[in-house]
């Protein structure tokens, strides 16, 4: 599969749609492990994740939520660590990932 990060901006961005893609995950699972991290963080009273809620209209015409993220967001999000997965694999698609968005 190819990169699922793009530059823009001077910023490596993607969003919750690609993210469930790449990783083969249920988009409302993505939703909700994202939503999980804006409680945390509003707990912490700090402000460092950037995951922006946008809309998408899918192929029916139906518009649904989905989230636009910086590098902090999306490594956090996928952290071995933050999701309870802890193998190689997915610490070397980690650093695929960042690679491929900077060229």
């Not at 190819?2 to 988009?27: M, P, W």
């Not at 939503?35 to 209209?57: A, G, M, N, T, V």
Request: proline letters at 2%.
């Amino acid at each position: 599969m190819g990169c699922f990060v793009t530059e823009r901006d001077g910023q490596v961005k993607t969003n919750s749609l690609i993210v469930a893609e790449y990783f083969g995950k249920e988009h409302r699972n993505v939703l909700r492990d994202i939503r999980k991290l804006q409680k945390l963080e509003k707990k912490d009273d700090s402000d460092l994740l950037k995951f922006e809620q946008i809309d998408y209209i899918d192929t029916n015409g139906r518009k649904y939520p989905m989230f636009e993220m910086d590098r902090g967001a999306w490594m956090i999000l996928v952290d071995p660590n933050t999701i309870g997965v802890n193998d190689d694999e997915e610490v070397g698609r980690n650093h695929t990932i960042e690679m491929c968005a900077l060229h």
